[in-house]
C-alpha cells in the first residue's frame, strides 16, 4: 500500500475543513475547492480528505450523511480541545468523559455530521 486515508463527505467543503483545522490544528495540503486534503505537521502521514458530497465523482446513493464511523483523534489535553470545541459552537455529543480503560473522551460531531472522539490518557 502507497497511501490511504479517509474522506469525509459533505455539503459544505470550507466549513468542515476548517473545523478540522480549528479544532486540531491540521493544515490544508491541497485544495481544490470540491475537495480538501488536510494533515498535521506532527503525523503528516495521516490524512483526511473533505469531499463535496455533491461532486460528480460521488455516486448518489452514497453521498448521504456520513453514518456506521467515529473518527478518533488522540491528542494530549481533551480539556484545551473542548474549550476550542465550545468556542467554535461546535456540536457537542458527550462531555469530557472518564471512561473505565483509561482514557478521557470528549464527542462531538462535525460539520457534516461526522462522529468525532477526542481521546487523551487519563494521567
Known amino acids: 500500500m502507497n497511501r490511504a486515508f479517509v474522506n469525509i ?4 467543503v470550507a466549513a468542515t475543513a476548517q473545523f ?5 490544528g491540521m493544515k490544508r495540503t491541497g485544495d481544490f475547492g470540491w475537495f480538501v486534503l488536510l494533515s498535521h505537521a506532527e503525523m503528516p502521514q495521516f490524512e483526511i480528505g473533505v469531499l463535496d458530497r455533491n461532486h460528480e465523482t460521488i455516486p448518489g446513493d452514497v453521498s448521504s ?12 489535553d481533551v480539556a ?3 474549550k476550542r470545541a465550545i468556542a467554535m459552537n ?3 455529543i458527550q462531555e469530557p468523559t472518564d471512561l473505565s480503560y483509561g482514557q478521557r473522551r470528549l464527542m462531538l460531531r462535525d460539520p457534516a455530521g461526522a462522529v468525532v472522539d477526542v481521546s487523551a490518557p487519563i494521567r
Do not use: C, K, N, R
Open 90 to 92: 461546535a456540536e457537542v
Open 65 to 76: 450523511t456520513p453514518s456506521g464511523f467515529i473518527a478518533t483523534f488522540v491528542v494530549e
Open 20 to 24: 478540522y483545522q480549528d479544532l486540531l
Open 80 to 82: 484545551e480541545v473542548h
Open 9 to 12: 463527505l459533505t455539503a459544505d
